[in-house]
């Protein structure tokens, strides 16, 4: 494994994996269990927004991760009487928000909005509002071509790693940005003859929404991939 780029909701690496593999991690992001506000009960709203657009936009406001009981759901509350913008800093309670300054509604002058919003563990699959980030991946690949195209690849892709070998010239197609269509089209447009190799290997990149690290995002998603696969084993032998 080959770290790319690592930043604070960011990471991409290079993995020999099977694109089988990466698409079931990828897949099982969505049985990550996360919280998100469920449930919104609006006592007073003088915004111009209506009660379903605030609930609405309340439920996508990323919230801190923390072990719930279920049986007594916890609860933030928002009681404010300020001119301008709400945000979502101003949610009160035991759970905290992850970024302060989401916009939820505007208020003019003597103008309320009080509300108390109900907290859930739930899994993207039920609601999008639960996804803790998301996975993508794309295959590595090799482009060579002829040493005429070098300077015009080098000028449009300043960062590819070209490699020079007798006439020809290889360009790894292994960052964040992906140039082989870049330097196919470059290729083509002058009439060149271009060749692309398919590598080993996958970069594999995990965005986070915040409620965890990118980090967590895949190592929960394995482990919520091995829980069924644990599951799928033990009904086998039983059958």
């Not at 195209?149 to 010239?169: S, W």
Request: glycine share 6%.
């Amino acid at each position: 494994m080959k770290k790319i780029e690592k930043k604070e909701n960011k990471l991409s690496f290079i993995a020999e994996t099977s694109e089988t593999l990466a698409n079931c991690i990828r897949r099982y992001v969505n049985q990550i269990p996360v919280l998100a506000i469920d449930e919104v009960e609006i006592s007073r709203n003088d915004s111009a927004l209506y009660d379903e657009t605030i609930a609405h936009r309340l439920g996508l406001v990323p919230l801190k991760f923390k072990k719930v009981d279920e049986k007594n759901p916890e609860k933030l509350t928002l009681e404010t009487k300020k001119e301008g913008v709400v945000y979502s800093g101003e949610l009160k309670g035991a759970v905290e928000v992850v970024y302060e300054k989401i916009p939820i509604t505007l208020l003019s002058n003597n103008r309320e909005l009080k509300l108390t919003a109900i907290i859930k563990a739930g899994k993207a699959e039920e609601h999008s509002k639960f996804s803790p980030g998301f996975i993508f991946y794309r295959n590595i690949s090799e482009i060579t071509t002829t040493k005429d195209f070098y300077d015009e690849i080098k000028k449009v892709c300043p960062n590819a790693e070209i490699k020079e070998k007798g006439d020809k010239i290889t360009i790894m197609d292994n960052q964040i940005k992906e140039v082989a269509d870049v330097c196919e089209g470059i290729v083509k447009r002058r009439g060149g003859e271009v060749n692309i190799e398919i590598k080993p290997g996958l970069l594999i990149s995990i965005e986070s929404f915040g409620q965890m690290t990118p980090e967590e995002i895949f190592n929960k998603s394995i482990s919520e991939l091995k829980k069924d696969l644990n599951s799928l084993s033990k009904s086998i032998q039983k059958a």
